[in-house]
């Protein structure tokens, strides 16, 4: 998904959730700092570089593609923009390798989802954002896997975009880096073939372009992971899903619901706006912000600011290091630091090594990295401030 989703309906759907306006900016930006959030920004403002929930393309073009640099990459692309949908998916006939790949495919609705949400309930604005960004991509990205894997992740020349009208017409994919879609001739960027089956061209949904990030999509294609059966994926109404869950969600985190279900949606808060939503989401459109812009400062009457990476930098750096966790963007660090050790180590306990070795410290303590042992005083110290 884009900064229209991630921010803007990110605010809508906080705000029907029943959240104020000044919560649902803090939520809605940190839904959008996942995709700020790199080791370059990080180095700069002195913070953990473990707390990096995205990566550059330049960082990606000097990533290691051995062992430890793959799980590296996973740890990040698998925990904040393709949740695996079932650790324990059954597979048949299959190396170690391929199977542990194929563990990793996005999908919603999965047993990771819930402990996403859950995790967050009872923490910070920025945790809520952080598994709004995580819910939200489960629908966008659904079918793709967050680690480098040409099997999984590759497309062939099979690969049709599903017109408003009912029509089909072959999707022409081309390696052109800064280059802009074009809707109208149905041409699209993706990232160049290569051959080999780690390399970081097979990341994610590069191969399949910015089509999964558009709501508007509707298209079809054959993975060589499903055996070669058509797949069809209708953005419009799993990008309805996403919102209606994200309000749903968001209630639990508030503490409307006791305990949060998957497959759940909360369709009677957003109905007096279903027309609306629908509209947007089916906009042929490279960007939707300013829509959802408009239709989130008509909920609440206030207006939405732009977002800005740069609006919190100063006040972490201005932070003594004692109470940088207290900031803004500490508080993101320290959800960030959280749920990727919560995704990390259920992939472990799974018995899939790709993304490494874990060790759950709230049960084993840390052994080793340094940048978690903040997000144990932090923790420690949030718990003594709410007694």
Known sequence: MQMDFHYYATYCAAFLAGYSHEESLDIAYSAQFVDCCTRTLLSKLKAPLSAATTQLQLEMMNARTDLVGLQDITRIWAAFHFLPGDL???????????????????????????????????????????????????????YFAGTPSLVINNTNSYFYEILPDGAQRPVSFRHSPGGTDDLEAGVYNNSIYQGSENSIMNL?????????????????????????????????????????????????????????????????????????IRAIIEKRQLIACSDWKALGEKLSGREIEAFDIDKYQAEYIAKPSEEKGYSFLGRFNLAALAHKSMVTNKIFKSGNLTAGFSVDYSEKGFHGIKDFMKLLEYAVKEGADND
């Open 88 to 142: 324990y998916a059954p597979v048949e006939k299959a190396s170690r390798v391929y199977k542990y790949k194929y563990r990793l495919i996005c999908n919603p609705n999965g047993a990771l989802l819930a402990d996403t949400v859950k995790l967050a309930r009872g923490g910070s604005m920025q945790a809520v954002g952080i598994a709004m960004h995580v819910l939200a991509d489960t629908w966008a990205h659904r």
């Open 204 to 276: 994610g949904h590069g191969r399949a372009g910015h089509l999964p990030d558009y709501s508007f999509m509707r298209y079809k294609y054959l993975p060589a992971w499903g055996e070669y059966e058509e797949i069809v994926k209708d953005n419009p109404r799993d990008y309805y899903c996403a919102f209606c869950q994200m309000v749903y969600a968001m209630k639990y985190l508030r503490g409307v619901y006791p305990d949060f279900e998957t497959e759940r949606y909360d369709t009677e808060s957003v109905a007096p706006w279903e027309a609306e």
